[in-house]
């Protein structure tokens, strides 16, 4: 009798996706309920602390800034980029630290794939609820925006599916760093020598047009600056 032999299969292989990442995605929602207004919290003080200390701060004396051949007020230009760069920490927070946390150290996604479900799926949900939860903080900070007067243009709506897309981006990119992590201390890689560079160059304290040795120009394009800077300049 021959026996039926196991295949591997391919890491190049493309993701088997069902619909039951869903089930997935509400156990999270679940759990984050029970914590959701200290997670609020934690995640939106530090940008609205940045926004206010800079915005306030510093704007008074750098008064308006110029961008897209228009003077705008600096704290206007600020909150542009603090909403994207609130988007990108929210998404690498929640896919790597929680992620890896019911990857390894709570066992869940052990639990989840003894039912009937795909780890496609496991990593499906964990990438939709991390860019959920980006979503979810940047809300908040467009509300605090609009209850202190920084911006009142319907225009804050269109930003929505811009900023959606940034936390699936980094995400993605947090989760593929989280696979190859041993621990927690390995994230400090990841926030040193990607996230912060990330912060600093694309367009969120100055405009680019000031990095004149990294020739860099103002245009929105997704080849002309770091991967970030495309999403700040249609905010």
């Not at 542009?80 to 990108?88: F, P």
């Not at 499906?124 to 509300?143: D, G, H, P, Q």
Request: proline share 6%; charged share 10%; net charge positive.
């Amino acid at each position: 009798m021959m026996r039926k032999q196991h295949v591997i299969p391919s890491v190049w292989a493309p993701p088997q996706l069902s619909m039951r990442w869903w089930p997935v995605f509400l156990r999270n929602l679940l759990v984050w309920r029970k914590l959701a207004l200290p997670s609020l919290v934690g995640n939106i003080a530090e940008p609205l602390m940045w926004l206010v200390a800079f915005g306030y701060g510093l704007g008074a004396l750098v008064g308006e800034v110029t961008t897209g051949g228009q003077q705008v007020p600096y704290i206007l230009f600020l909150a542009s980029g603090s909403i994207c760069m609130s988007a990108m920490n929210a998404a690498s927070f929640e896919a790597l630290y929680s992620a890896f946390s019911r990857m390894h150290m709570q066992k869940t996604w052990d639990g989840i794939m003894n039912a009937p479900v795909r780890l496609d799926d496991v990593v499906m949900a964990e990438m939709l609820w991390a860019s959920f939860k980006a979503l979810f903080t940047v809300t908040a900070i467009l509300a605090v925006m609009l209850v202190l007067g920084i911006s009142h243009s319907w225009k804050l709506l269109l930003a929505w599916p811009v900023l959606w897309m940034v936390g699936v981006t980094f995400s993605c990119i947090a989760l593929i760093f989280n696979a190859m992590a041993k621990g927690y201390d390995f994230f400090t890689y990841y926030f040193t020598l990607f996230l912060t560079p990330m912060m600093f160059l694309s367009g969120i304290y100055f405009p680019r047009t000031q990095l004149r040795p990294l020739n860099w120009s103002g245009r929105c394009s997704w080849t002309n600056g770091p991967p970030m800077s495309p999403a700040i300049c249609v905010c």
